[in-house]
Each structure stands twice: as C-alpha cells, then as structure tokens.
C-alpha cells in the first residue's frame, strides 16, 4: 500500500516552454503533498508544500510564480515549471503524507521523480 | 545553511561486514530522524527512523544510534549485502513542524562480494 506515483518519468523540453509534472497517491487520500527538487549529488531540497483545496507554501527562495503548484485533490498534486530555463534542469521528486501526529514512517511516502531536461 | 550534513559522500564495504553511515545535523530543534534508501532516478524509500527520547532503534539489520548530545546520528547494516548498495539519506524534522523534512546530502554505500 502507500503508493505515490508521478508522471512523466522523464521530460525534454525547450527553454521558455512550460511542463507539467503529476503526482498521484494511488491507494491513500494525501492530505498534504510536497514537493522537492535534487541536483545531481546534493540533497533533496523541500520546495513547497501543498495541502489540498488551499495555495502551497513555498520555501525561501523557491519562485511561486516559476513553480506553480495546484492540489486539486486529496489524491493529485501538479507541479508546472513556467517559463523552463536550463538550470531548471533537474530531478523532482513529490511525496504524500497522510497526516497525523507525530512524523513517523507512515507519514511521507515519495514517488518515483521526473527527471526534467531543459534544452 | 546545511542543517544535516553527510560528511562521507561515499561508501565501499565489502559483503558481510557492517556499513556505518553517519549523520550529523545542526538544528537542536530536530526531534525526529529518519533514513532512507534511494537507487538512481527512483524516490527514497524508508528505512528506519529513531525519535530523539530514544539513542537506538533496531530494525533486522539496521540500527540506528542517536548521539543528542553530540548531535549525532549513524545507521548501521549488519551483515551488509550486495543489494544495499545505494544512497542513503538521513533527514530530521522539528517540532512544530513535524512534515517538513531536512536530508542530507546523502552516502553512496557500495556493498563488493
């Protein structure tokens, strides 16, 4: 149980172009979901956080106007990259949380990511 | 501003031994610790986690200890085997703040027959 899926896996695009990236939790209702990005041997870094029904919660330095992020359902959240430039280029990897208190295994579930290319 | 840090970016063990991978983290408002696997272009999946009011946690082969004092925390796999090679990320959240979680940089273990 506990499956997150996002799609595409992988995407090549143009610079100046927008891409939208799915995250789907198949078996569970996500009450929050976030979102992270991860350059090639450096860490996940959170981006946002989206919680259905409500506007994400972007961290410092993350552009609102850049990433757009919609949580339409308690089961899809979608990540658009306006605008894609080159350095945008990365893996981007969503989790679901079920909630609930306090943070435990059961808490962050991640999908596979969608390795972005922009050209 | 790193607030987790995995100092060793990799890891070679050979089949059998044990693997350590150490963690250190900042922010002594971090109360929660986890370690997840990651093979390349997949999401991390969950190890093993440790609240801060206890200094081990022990699933199977993996341990974890947590040194609060020193800030500290290591996972360690015993017998290590092939199929644990991977990146390891530890990460760490606070109170008040329990979803959002801070990884580290992460330990490329490599497990050799």
């Known amino acids: 149980g506990a499956v997150v899926s996002q799609h595409p896996s992988w995407v090549i695009c143009k610079s100046g172009t927008s891409v939208k990236i799915e995250c789907r939790s198949l078996d569970f209702q996500a009450t929050t979901m976030f979102w992270y990005r991860q350059f090639p041997k450096q860490s996940l870094m959170l981006m946002a956080t989206?919680?259905?029904?409500?506007?994400?919660?972007?961290e410092q330095g993350v552009e609102k106007d850049k990433f757009l992020i919609n949580h339409a359902s308690l089961t899809l959240s979608t990540l658009t990259v306006t605008s894609a430039h080159p350095e945008d280029s990365s893996f981007y990897i969503c989790?679901?949380?079920?909630?609930?208190?306090?943070?435990?295994?059961?808490?962050?579930?991640f999908g596979p990511g969608t390795r972005l290319t922009v050209l | 501003d790193q607030q987790v840090k995995q100092n060793s970016p990799s890891l070679s063990v050979q089949e059998g031994r044990i693997s350590i991978l150490n963690c250190d983290y900042t922010n002594s408002m971090f109360d929660y610790f986890l370690w997840y696997k990651k093979y390349p272009a997949e999401g991390p999946t969950f190890l093993i986690s440790?609240?801060?009011?206890?200094d081990k946690n022990e699933d199977g082969r993996f341990t974890v200890f947590l040194n609060k004092s020193a800030k500290h925390l290591s996972l360690h796999i015993v017998p290590s085997q092939p199929g644990d090679s991977a990146v390891y990320f530890c990460?760490?959240?606070?109170?008040?703040?329990?979803?959002?979680?801070?990884f580290g940089t992460g330990t490329r273990l490599q497990v050799f027959p």
């Open positions: 989790s679901a949380s079920i909630g609930g208190a306090p943070i435990g295994p059961d808490t962050q579930y």
């Open positions: 440790i609240s801060s009011i206890k």
């Open positions: 990460a760490a959240s606070a109170k008040g703040n329990t979803d959002k979680l801070i």
């Open positions: 989206s919680n259905e029904g409500s506007k994400a919660t972007y």
